[in-house]
């Protein structure tokens, strides 16, 4: 239906408004939980991981979590939306963006297959329907029982819309209202009522909506607004039992395949474009098109889901499984003499003996690579700092960043010398002032995926310079230092490294807590267990089990 006057003026204003109160706290006041019961005898935080916590602002859903949302409460799962604001307070882009979010899954009402009207809404206006609908559709949106003014403004919104409007017309400004809304739009948590301190217990209600938030990017389901208004979160049983349901869900087996990407940064990061949008040189790598790119990632996240939750769940398995979910193109790329033979035919096959796990996969060698070659320092710089969480800080402002392709000649003694790009990036980063104390960390990570090019094929020689790449390395300020000889050597210490699992592991707590984890908590959530056991599944079983994951620092 197209939007009049009065709906413009409305949404905009909702929106507008809606921001500024939750900048001040209005509506983030939780309704429904008062008579709680604390599952401690006081409602502190027992752990010091949790005392610690940092001050969790309202956190506003991003794109995927916004559009997941969306989908799953109106049963549509074609929805897509634009909100490309970063999190944070409400601007008037940001406000656009909603009306349009909320106009483009109002418009998509034929692809519905949830209930989200009560009643016929072509028919004549009945208002136990409107009634019946705030109470319903908007709790579930907001993920907890409304406040009464939020019941009063809802309603205040259709009467004035109904003033101008038909009735269905003005039930689809209700709907899109709601999709636009703080209490929709932001995750509030201001903890239980009675709580005075600034670290507080979380009520039921924002239990479950954390919870769904970090297992499945979504808001939470039927079942598990039913626990938390039955009470059945305040338990580490309960909240558990709901982890493990949940875990079993498609929902989660897509979330934690996304957060694996993530963490690999296939979606592009400060120096890289996401993986889907990598420009190769068509002359050394004729085979790129976007179908082979979306392959490569399509390979790896199903490698995920497969060690996650149908094999083992072990996290060494990641770095050192053989097996690969390949296409015709994959086939070929990986030199597999039987496999699929088309771009439509997939098969789980073994890899040869010179790959092992998700950092000799393709997608990770083409994104950490540029136009031409390979790109060592990137490879290294994102294991150094994502996998063995070390911080190395900016590099000096005056760094040369220019691509080093190999290749060139130089003089070595009276002799014409052409440098590889390992020797060349040496040559720049461990001779330069003030660059040597951060390429030592790096530079040999690097090396070692020399015997992979630009697009993740196996090279004895570079493509460039026409030299034989060289993989052996040594490592140090590791828990692993030592001599190594290639990608899979390097990629078996990774897999049982215990600095490796624990930074895997803050990387986790990071999610469940929507901010920075203390440091403290590298003893909490299960960490500890982590790093001796290796089991995944029991490492997000662990945090949600955790104090830390049942309380929010909320500040002054």
């Known amino acids: ?102 106009a483009t899954a109002v418009s998509r009402r034929s692809s519905w297959t949830q209930e989200v009207f009560p009643c016929d809404t072509t028919g004549p206006e009945d208002l136990a329907c409107v009634e019946t609908f705030i109470e319903g559709f908007a709790s579930r949106a907001f993920r907890r029982p ?27 400004v209700l709907l899109r209202v709601v999709l636009q809304s703080p ?10 009522p009675e709580a005075t301190g600034e670290v507080r217990l979380l009520t039921d209600h924002e239990v479950a909506a954390r919870l769904s938030y970090f297992l499945l990017g979504s808001t939470p389901d039927d079942r598990l607004i039913a626990a938390a208004d039955a ?34 940064q296939l979606d592009g990061g400060l120096l890289h474009h996401p993986l889907e949008e990598v420009t190769k040189e068509a002359a050394l790598y004729p085979e790129v098109d ?15 889901e497969k060690i996650m939750f149908e094999g083992s769940g072990q996290f060494s398995e990641l770095w050192t499984s053989r097996e690969a979910y390949v296409n015709g193109a994959l086939a070929e790329l990986y030199g597999l003499e039987e496999g699929p033979a088309d771009a439509d035919t997939w098969e789980w096959v073994t890899l040869p003996d010179e790959r092992a796990g998700l950092l000799t996969r393709a997608a990770f060698l083409t994104t950490y690579a540029t136009a031409t070659v390979t790109a060592p320092i990137r490879r290294g710089h994102w ?39 390992r020797e060349a990036t040496d040559l720049r980063t461990m001779e330069e002032t003030g660059c040597a104390s951060c390429h030592q960390l790096i530079n040999s990570l690097g090396f070692a995926f020399e015997g992979f090019d630009g ?57 469940a807590l929507g ?38 620092n909320v500040g002054q």
């Open 1 to 102: 239906m197209a939007t009049n006057t009065y709906q413009r003026r409305s949404l905009t204003s909702l929106a507008a408004v809606g921001g500024l109160l939750a900048g001040v706290g209005c509506i983030g006041n939780i309704g429904g939980d008062g008579d709680r019961s604390a599952p401690t005898p006081q409602n502190e935080p027992a752990s010091q991981c949790a005392l610690d916590l940092e001050v969790r602002p309202g956190l506003r859903l991003t794109e995927a979590q916004y559009v997941a949302s969306v989908r799953d409460l109106l049963g549509d799962p074609g929805y897509e939306a634009q909100l490309e604001a970063e999190p944070g307070l409400i601007t008037q882009r940001a406000v656009r963006q909603l009306q349009d979010a909320a």
């Open 455 to 511: 697009i993740g094929r196996v090279q004895a020689v570079e493509l460039v310079s026409g030299e034989p790449v060289d993989t052996e390395v040594e490592i140090a300020f590791t828990d692993f230092d030592g001599t190594y000889d290639g990608a899979v050597d390097v990629s078996s210490a990774i897999a049982t490294s215990e600095k490796a699992r624990a930074c895997f592991a803050k990387h986790w707590f990071d999610r």
């Open 383 to 421: 294991i150094r700092e994502e996998l063995l969480c070390d911080e190395l800080g900016d590099p000096p402002p005056n760094v040369d960043d220019t691509p080093l392709e190999g290749g060139e000649v130089i003089d070595q003694n009276g002799e014409p010398d052409v440098l590889t790009v």
């Open 231 to 264: 009470g059945e979160l305040a338990t580490t049983e309960g909240l558990q039992a709901h982890a493990e349901r949940l875990l079993e869900t498609p929902s989660a087996r897509r979330s934690a395949t996304a957060f694996v990407s993530e963490m690999l």
């Open 183 to 192: 209490a929709f739009v932001y995750l509030f948590e201001d903890g239980v």
């Open 290 to 304: 976007a179908t082979l790119l979306a392959a490569m990632r399509i390979e790896t996240e199903a490698l995920v």
């Open 515 to 552: 901010g920075e984890a203390p440091e403290t908590c590298d003893d909490d959530g299960g960490t500890r267990a982590f790093v001796e056991s290796g089991n995944m599944k029991e490492l997000l079983i662990g945090m949600i089990a955790s104090d830390a994951f049942r309380y929010v």
């Open 146 to 172: 409304l406040t009464e003014p939020e019941r009063s403004r809802l309603r205040q919104t259709y009467d004035e819309a109904r003033l101008e409007l038909e009735f269905g017309d003005a039930m689809d």
